[in-house]
């Protein structure tokens, strides 16, 4: 046996009027869409259902049913929602701090560029400050070979011509041997 319509019509008035307060302080609270609506709302449910059942009224029973899933659904969506919240704020952090580490990375790199071009120029500076010192060596040791080659030569040209004055003068003394002889005898 059906509930009349003039019947369902008073039974969905009193919930309303019963709710019309209920909702009016949760919406002033700014928990319209929070786990107490959804609590009076589970309750509104399952009184439809209960009356569905007290009544034999399936459309009752029906509609305490569907608002039941509504909640549960609304209740699950809320869930998601935080989580999804939750994970977006983990991922906000996490990329944050893939940012700072990526930009530590970053001014490490150009700190190490910065020492390794340092260092390169440092070798650069000693491989010139030294190929001009070798050049320097080799200058002085180019300006004293011809010195060398002249002090070589003029010792050969004083050995010779000591030599000549030796020779000069062994033939001196030869002469004057022969003379010293050819005058006494």
């Known amino acids: 046996m059906a509930m009349p319509t003039l019947s369902r019509t008073v039974f969905d008035r009193s919930l309303k009027l019963v709710r019309a307060p209920i909702d009016a302080v949760l ?14 709302d589970r309750i509104e449910a399952s009184t439809r259902n209960a009356t569905g059942v007290l009544f034999h009224d399936e459309e009752l029973r029906r509609e305490g049913r569907d ?3 509504e909640t549960k659904l609304r209740q699950r969506s809320d869930a998601l ?13 996490e990329a944050d701090a893939a940012i700072a580490e990526a930009e530590e990375r970053q ?23 030294k190929a001009a010192e070798t050049a320097i060596k080799r ?12 002090s070589k030569n003029t010792k050969a040209k004083a050995a010779g ?23 006494r005898a």
């Open 27 to 40: 919406s002033v609270a700014g928990a319209s869409d929070s786990a107490a609506k959804r609590f009076v």
């Open 67 to 69: 608002a039941r899933l």
């Open 81 to 93: 929602r935080e989580r999804a919240e939750e994970v977006q704020a983990e991922a906000a952090v």
């Open 107 to 129: 001014k490490e790199a150009r700190r190490k560029a910065a020492a390794d071009r340092r260092a390169a120029d440092k070798r650069k500076r000693d491989r010139e400050a």
């Open 139 to 150: 200058k002085a040791k180019a300006a004293k070979k011809p010195t060398k080659a002249k």
């Open 161 to 183: 011509t000591l030599e000549k004055v030796e020779a000069k003068k062994e033939s001196l003394d030869a002469k004057e041997a022969r003379k010293d002889g050819d005058g």
